[in-house]
């Protein structure tokens, strides 16, 4: 999901800090007023000076973060950005979470890898205008010119006189300031802690135990709830008995509940209890009978035949056609990857208060403002008056930005008029979803006489996400909607330098919710696509990273392909090795990963090493992006190798980790990452490390041998 231009004039400025709150609250100009927003009651130290920035008695200083936290890195991020342009050091700065503003924060959305390539440079500009209000504030009680005085740890120095003020001395005269019209930014050869792998103030917090996770949360009378709901996603509550559950010590209510699932409305049976064990004992003595008819029961295999089916549905592009014809050699493969569960390391979960006239939220949010809309909306209470505030969350990969659960938990607290909180068990996580959707791919690629590619078609037939708002399903493309499909995980220097590459997406209609998946598309997309660059190589008699190298003109790849050729010594690669390479593009950065495989003396293949290059541009603090790089590739490698969810009669058959399994620490494997340094705009670094990883994988495979990987998961032992 994109975001607007982050360009920031100082008309965006004031326009964002009067109606989004992206700067000055306090002492600016109301935009479109000419009036200065004063507060009544004037401004002390320890008082907010911005929305974003608060100064306490001691000079330090308090930056919100304003976007959720599931271990991606923003809460020391975005703190870090501010920091340096407010001439910050860290050992100054606390973090905590702001709450759900798009008035005061923007937009607070946690997806598409956004919070940083998104809205870094409004936070330098925030920072600076910030530092420069302060050094100005300075300047007029020392009666000297500013540009004498510069700012440096928290305080603003003369130059001349070594005189002081720390910032907390100067909170009240800078807040009557008005922002200035244009700030200087730091190069990025004078950052001081950007680009520096500072230590992330969430982890002492989560090694001790005292982060607050949504299940840690708890409010004065809260009561606790578990739903009983149809594992068939569509199916009703026809009746249901409650007369043992209301036996059950500690049970208060038993009642009929739904929750919204796109345009969809999920019935189950909610027990609310004075503690989660009554509850969910209470469930256990439920008796529900479901209304399953109206809607289909559909098998894994049903699934997989109807996207094959869909495949075909496309009509000809006529010039792929002709110039596939006429190619050296053609070449065409069948890929498949399957539906997977987010399977959070913490379940869902969510307290809700409903009042008359205004709504309390806390749990692991991962997106605030659709939440606070969506409830908005929904319960009938003006959007100001619906408060939701932001836990850490333990994982979120797109799941917990969906509003569904939120939803059910104030349904719930309306109902029985208490706060609640809802507690989704592992099962009920892993088997209701929604769930990345399965996918389907056929490539046809063809090599003209000098080795290269004169022509490539790739068709894909999966759920389309944003099809599950829609009651109506989108028809089959036809020939003239070639390369308007959902290209993510694609690499773009290939729509130049390869003749006739079209792309073309079948929907799929199901029962099955789906949903974003860490990287979205490009976590299927570059599976095949990768998978069959690996082909079309071998097919031209040519070394995978050189062929690529030859149809990825683009210095920025050339750089990148460079950098992992050296990295893995790939030209000295061994005989008994297994290589294999692949790149993705997704979120504004380009990732590589090249991949070692062997096969030891217990005849079973290893994967020895993976070699992982992110070109991710402006980056803010390399330990986080190598974290990300780390735990894409084991969230890959779990894709690839342990687990997918499959469905029988209309349910998911898995329901807990016995059946859905992780990767263990003896699956890792040593995982290197380099980070490119360059001059481009700054991509995301959450999302990308992850498509790049299976194609490698099954590619090094291949090249290690001869078998050739098109359908995920496998099963690595046997090959």
């Keep these: ?46 008082k907010d000076l911005m929305s974003w920035i608060t100064l306490d008695q001691s000079g330090k200083v308090t930056i919100l973060c304003h976007r959720s936290e599931m271990g991606q890195g923003t809460f020391q991020a975005i703190p870090q950005i501010i920091a340096e342009e407010l001439e910050l050091h860290p050992d100054q700065v606390n973090i905590r979470f702001a709450p759900a503003n798009p008035e005061k924060f923007g937009p607070q959305p946690q997806e598409g890898s956004f919070s940083i390539r998104g809205w870094y440079q409004q936070l330098l500009k925030l920072g600076a205008t910030a530092r420069e209000m302060l050094i100005q504030a300075a300047a007029n009680q020392w009666s000297v010119a500013k540009s004498s005085c510069y700012a440096q740890n928290g305080q603003i120095i003369h130059r001349t006189s070594g005189r002081a003020l720390r910032y907390d001395q100067l909170i009240e005269a800078a807040s009557k300031l008005t922002p200035p019209e244009q700030v200087s930014l730091k190069h990025r050869k004078y950052y001081k802690i950007i680009g520096k792998p500072l230590p992330r103030q969430d982890i002492p917090l989560k090694t001790n135990g005292s982060a607050v996770f949504g299940l840690d949360k708890k409010i004065p009378g809260m009561l606790y709830a578990v739903v009983e709901r149809n594992p068939r996603f569509l199916g009703k509550v026809k009746s249901f008995d409650d007369a043992a559950a209301l036996k059950i010590p500690g049970v208060k209510h038993v009642l009929k509940v ?128 619906v408060t939701v505030h932001m836990t850490f969350l333990g994982g979120g990969f797109g799941r917990k930005a969906f509003t569904d659960y939120p939803h059910e938990a104030a349904l719930i607290s309306k109902a029985v008029k208490a706060p609640v909180q809802v507690v989704w068990t592992r099962e009920d996580d892993m088997r209701l979803g929604p769930f990345r959707p399965g996918a389907s791919y056929v490539c046809r690629g063809g090599i003209d006489k000098h080795g290269n590619i004169s022509a490539w078609q790739t068709i894909s037939a999966t759920q389309w996400i944003g099809q599950e708002w829609s009651a109506t399903p989108y028809p089959a493309p036809k020939s003239s909607s070639y390369n308007e499909g959902d290209l993510e995980g694609f690499l773009k220097p290939y729509f130049k330098s390869i003749p006739h590459y079209s792309f073309a997406d079948v929907p799929t209609r199901s029962p099955i919710p789906v949903m974003w998946w860490r990287s979205v598309s490009a976590s299927t997309n570059a599976f095949a696509s990768e998978s069959f660059m690996d082909e079309l190589a071998h097919a031209a008699n040519e070394d995978p990273l050189e062929f690529r190298k030859k149809h990825l003109p683009d210095a920025r790849y050339q750089a990148l392909i460079d950098r992992i050729e050296t990295a893995s010594s790939w030209t000295s690669r061994g005989k008994k090795e297994g290589w294999g390479l692949a790149i993705a593009e997704c979120f504004g950065s380009i990732c590589a990963h090249a991949v070692k495989m062997s096969r030891k003396a217990d005849g079973k293949i290893y994967i020895d090493k993976v070699i992982a290059v992110m070109d991710c541009g402006w980056y803010v603090n390399p330990d986080i992006i190598r974290a990300q790089v780390e735990g894409s590739i084991i969230m890959g490698l779990g894709a690839a190798i342990k687990h997918a969810t499959t469905f029988k009669g209309g349910k998911a058959v898995q329901q807990n980790f016995d059946t859905y399994p992780m990767p263990r620490i003896a699956d890792s ?9 360059n001059n481009e705009k700054a991509g995301g670094v959450g999302e990308p490390g992850l498509p790049p990883f299976a194609p490698a994988l099954c590619n090094a495979i291949f090249d290690l041998t001869g078998k050739r990987i098109r359908q995920l998961p496998f099963d690595l032992d046997k090959i």
């Design 1 to 46: 999901m994109e975001g607007k231009d982050p360009e920031l004039s100082r008309r965006d400025f004031i326009l964002q800090a009067g109606f989004s709150g992206i700067a000055l609250t306090i002492g600016l100009p109301i935009y479109g007023t000419g009036k200065v927003n004063f507060p009544s009651s004037g401004i002390r130290p320890g």
């Design 258 to 385: 739904h929750r919204a699932v796109f345009a969809n409305l999920c019935e189950g049976v909610a027990v609310v209890a004075d503690s989660l064990w009554a509850a969910i004992q209470g469930r256990k003595a439920l008796n529900v009978i479901w209304n399953d008819e109206g809607f289909d029961h559909q098998d894994s295999e049903q699934l997989s035949e109807q996207m094959l089916q869909n495949l075909k549905k496309p009509g000809p592009s006529q010039k792929f056609e002709l110039a596939f014809q006429e190619s050296e050699k053609n070449i065409e493969a069948i890929y498949e990857t399957p539906y997977q569960s987010h399977s959070c390391m913490e379940p869902l979960n969510c307290i809700a208060d409903v009042r008359p006239d205004r709504i309390e939220i806390w749990g692991p949010i991962q997106e605030a403002n659709w939440t606070q809309a969506d409830l908005s909306e929904r319960m009938g209470i003006p959007k100001e008056n």
């Design 669 to 677: 494997p040593q995982i290197e990452v380099h980070i490119m340094e």
